[in-house]
């Protein structure tokens, strides 16, 4: 339970931290306001002529008698939409991140130099087209696995009571986990530490994790909260990735939150 309380932690703490930059704030909004524009345009769009796409799928239920096909094309209809709502949350840290990479890169270093105990940050050494390879193919990865969770969900959804009780909670915790995946990548990557290896750190610290990405992607689920939350999201998962890397980590004094109001003011 320790390890619960203290993911938490570490993700108010990343909102404090952003709360006192607003500049890295205020930069780190971008991404996630394009990315959100990009998800209501498809969702809109699937929403409008979701009842035609289905009716075009399904042409084998075109003689099927009132009600009964209205009833089967307004359930598969309302099914596509609950599933791209479902991977939406779990796709939109990844192509968050993906185009905000520049972006995020710069604020985990900056939140590396404000808590290391000598001030510096570690650094990939690599050029941006190869951080930007590497991302996307990790992204692509892990969206790949969230996947195959989320249609394993889905399909035990049907399940009596099963699905309607133990399947949520498993949903929310598989979300939280790929989450801050994602999001302790950004520090992790420009540390050198690849997608095996950090798969391999985020299970053996599986509360500290939930603790972190539950909570995370339950506020994902409300409008434009993501949008807000993100920044905040990449500099707790930089702190957490400190912790999980075995890093020092400098611990604030309410003189440094000061001056940091201060700076960022």
Same mark, same amino acid.
């Given at each position: 339970?320790?390890?619960?309380?203290?993911?938490?932690?570490?993700?108010?703490?990343?909102?404090?931290?952003?709360?006192?930059?607003?500049?890295?704030?205020?930069?780190?909004?971008?991404?996630?306001?394009? #990315?959100?524009?990009? *998800?209501?345009?498809?969702?809109?769009?699937?929403?409008?002529?979701?009842?035609?796409?289905?009716?075009? !799928?399904?042409?084998? !239920?075109?003689?099927?008698?009132?009600?009964?096909?209205?009833?089967?094309?307004?359930?598969?209809?309302?099914?596509?939409?609950?599933?791209?709502?479902?991977?939406?949350?779990?796709?939109?840290? !990844?192509?968050?991140?993906?185009?905000?990479?520049?972006? *995020?890169?710069?604020?985990?270093?900056?939140?590396?130099?404000?808590?290391?105990?000598?001030?510096?940050?570690?650094?990939?050494?690599?050029?941006?087209?190869?951080?930007?390879?590497?991302?996307?193919?990790?992204?692509?990865?892990?969206? @790949?696995? @969230?996947?195959?969770?989320?249609?394993?969900?889905?399909?035990?959804?049907?399940?009596?009571?099963?699905?309607?009780?133990?399947?949520?909670?498993?949903?929310?915790?598989?979300?939280?986990?790929?989450?801050?995946?994602?999001?302790?990548?950004?520090?992790?990557?420009?540390?050198?530490?690849?997608?095996?290896?950090?798969? !391999?750190?985020?299970?053996?610290?599986?509360?500290?994790?939930?603790?972190?990405?539950?909570?995370?992607?339950?506020?994902?689920?409300?409008?434009?909260? @993501?949008?807000?939350?993100?920044?905040?999201?990449?500099?707790?998962?930089?702190?957490?990735?400190?912790?999980?890397?075995?890093?020092? #980590?400098?611990?604030?004094?309410?003189?440094?939150?000061?001056?940091?109001?201060?700076?960022?003011?």
């Amino acid at each position: 339970m320790h390890d619960l309380g203290t993911g938490f932690r570490y993700l108010l703490r990343g909102q404090r931290w952003v709360a006192r930059h607003g500049k890295q704030f205020g930069f780190g909004l971008i991404p996630g306001l394009i #990315t959100l524009v990009l *998800y209501a345009a498809a969702l809109t769009a699937l929403a409008l002529w979701g009842t035609d796409f289905v009716a075009w !799928a399904t042409p084998f !239920a075109d003689d099927w008698t009132s009600p009964w096909l209205g009833l089967f094309r307004g359930f598969l209809t309302a099914v596509l939409f609950a599933l791209a709502l479902l991977l939406s949350v779990l796709t939109f840290t !990844a192509v968050t991140l993906l185009l905000g990479q520049p972006f *995020y890169e710069n604020l985990s270093e900056k939140v590396d130099r404000d808590v290391s105990p000598d001030g510096t940050a570690p650094e990939s050494g690599l050029p941006l087209w190869r951080e930007l390879l590497i991302s996307a193919r990790d992204s692509l990865r892990i969206v @790949a696995r @969230a996947l195959v969770w989320a249609v394993l969900l889905f399909a035990l959804g049907f399940v009596p009571f099963i699905g309607q009780t133990v399947v949520p909670v498993i949903g929310f915790l598989v979300t939280g986990f790929f989450l801050t995946e994602e999001l302790t990548a950004v520090a992790m990557q420009r540390r050198g530490v690849v997608l095996r290896d950090r798969l !391999a750190m985020l299970r053996s610290r599986k509360r500290l994790i939930w603790g972190f990405g539950t909570p995370l992607g339950l506020a994902f689920l409300v409008p434009f909260v @993501a949008v807000f939350l993100m920044p905040g999201a990449v500099a707790g998962a930089t702190l957490m990735a400190r912790d999980l890397l075995g890093e020092e #980590t400098r611990e604030e004094s309410p003189d440094d939150e000061d001056q940091a109001a201060a700076v960022g003011r």
